[in-house]
T-cell receptor
Framework: EPEVTQTPSHQVTQMGQEVILRCVPISNHLYFYWYRQILGQKVEFLVSFYNNEISEKSEIFDDQFSVERPDGSNFTLKIRSTKLEDSAMYFC??????????FGAGTRLSVL | DAKTTQPPSMDCAEGRAANLPCNHSTISGNEYVYWYRQIHSQGPQYIIHGLKNNETNEMASLIITEDRKSSTLILPHATLRDTAVYYCIVSNSGGSNYKLTFGKGTLLTVNP
């Protein structure tokens, strides 16, 4: 199974600080996604990214969030000013043939 | 995307087959049925998918009814490591977005 690598595994930050979550996707895959899962809740779609552009974003993905692929390999999710309610697991995913999405192990974000 | 209905929980004895049902009565003709699972707080893991024919891979079998309004995921010989939340998702295979919409899934507990 193709691997998607996410770093860090756990990020602790103070409210109001900026965080950047990183994802190293499967090479030559063009479709990327970010999802989040608040503890005890469902996995929620945040944003999809194709050809270096956002193709769809959810209501959760407001102006505090941004995504980019700065160097052609890493795929990042930035939260500009974190809030307590941003505490969650954040999962990156790649889309492969057959429209199968492969997920990373996730980054646990804890906002204090 | 069409909505799915799954039982919140199921139990299965180790070594026995686990049969997980899913109702998707509003599925449209171009929507596939996908199954993912999530072990504890790990990233969701792809299991299998299908359109209208039954499918089998090294992990599981997928049985889709002729009217496509329901399906069953079969784990032929469940092990303790198969304890997880199993998600049935229906989604259009086309387009550049193809976000996954997760429900609450079925918590499968495999007992020794």
């Amino acid at each position: 199974e193709p691997e998607v690598t996410q770093t860090p595994s756990h990020q602790v930050t103070q409210m109001g600080q900026e965080v950047i979550l990183r994802c190293v996707p499967i090479s030559n895959h063009l479709y990327f996604y970010w999802y989040r899962q608040i503890l005890g809740q469902k996995v929620e779609f945040l944003v999809s990214f194709y050809n270096n552009e956002i193709s769809e974003k959810s209501e959760i993905f407001d102006d505090q969030f941004s995504v980019e692929r700065p160097d052609g390999s890493n795929f990042t999710l930035k939260i500009r000013s974190t809030k307590l309610e941003d505490s969650a697991m954040y999962f990156c995913a790649n889309r492969a043939q057959g429209n199968i999405q492969y997920f990373g192990a996730g980054t646990r974000l804890s906002v204090l | 995307d069409a909505k799915t209905t799954q039982p919140p929980s199921m139990d299965c004895a180790e070594g026995r087959a686990a049969n997980l049902p899913c109702n998707h009565s509003t599925i449209s003709g171009n929507e596939y049925v996908y199954w993912y699972r999530q072990i504890h707080s790990q990233g969701p893991q792809y299991i299998i998918h299908g359109l209208k024919n039954n499918e089998t891979n090294e992990m599981a079998s997928l049985i889709i009814t002729e009217d496509r309004k329901s399906s069953t995921l079969i784990l032929p010989h469940a092990t303790l490591r198969d304890t997880a939340v199993y998600y049935c998702i229906v989604s259009n295979s086309g387009g550049s977005n193809y976000k996954l919409t997760f429900g609450k899934g079925t918590l499968l507990t495999v007992n020794p």
